[in-house]
């Protein structure tokens, strides 16, 4: 059974893909090293996520790919739900950093685009802002 047909709770559902995505960009270049799975454990954390689903997500065989939504807003908008979850303890990491980037980049974004989202994601994100903000200042 899937990971995700465990639970029904649509905010925990949107978390675990969340998750699953990072796990799996974690993994792209083969093996999930140390310093990656320490910034997993800590996301994992954030996201409440349980052993048992850390488990199922990172078992070989689950390989999750990014949903890159059509809609352009609708890309910002899973920007901005990862960058509540990155600043939930008020800060970002070297490595949150290139993970949010890849995961930019995943959602469709050229690389280049990515960086200058992210560099201005940072500028002026609270984790308080509405995504109305957050989207009109991210795109100027």
């Known amino acids: ?69 059509h809609s352009g807003e609708k890309r910002f908008k899973r920007l901005f739900e990862f960058f509540q979850i990155i600043f939930s303890d008020h800060g970002i990491d070297k490595e949150e950093r290139l993970l949010v980037e890849k995961y930019a980049v995943g959602l469709g974004f050229s690389p280049k685009k990515a960086s200058e989202i992210v560099d201005k994601s940072i500028a002026i994100f609270t984790g308080k802002i509405p995504f109305e903000d957050y989207h009109e200042l991210v795109t100027r």
């Not at 649509?10 to 999930?32: C, M, V, W, Y």
């Not at 052993?51 to 890159?68: D, S």
């Open 1 to 69: 059974m899937p990971i995700l047909d465990l639970y029904e709770h649509g905010d925990h559902r949107k978390n675990l893909a969340h998750f699953a995505t990072l796990a799996s960009l974690a993994a792209i270049d083969g093996e999930i090293n140390p310093e990656e799975k320490a910034i997993l454990e800590k996301f994992a954390f954030k996201l409440n996520i349980t052993e048992a689903e850390i488990k199922e997500v990172m078992k070989k065989e689950n390989k999750y790919p990014i949903e890159t939504p």
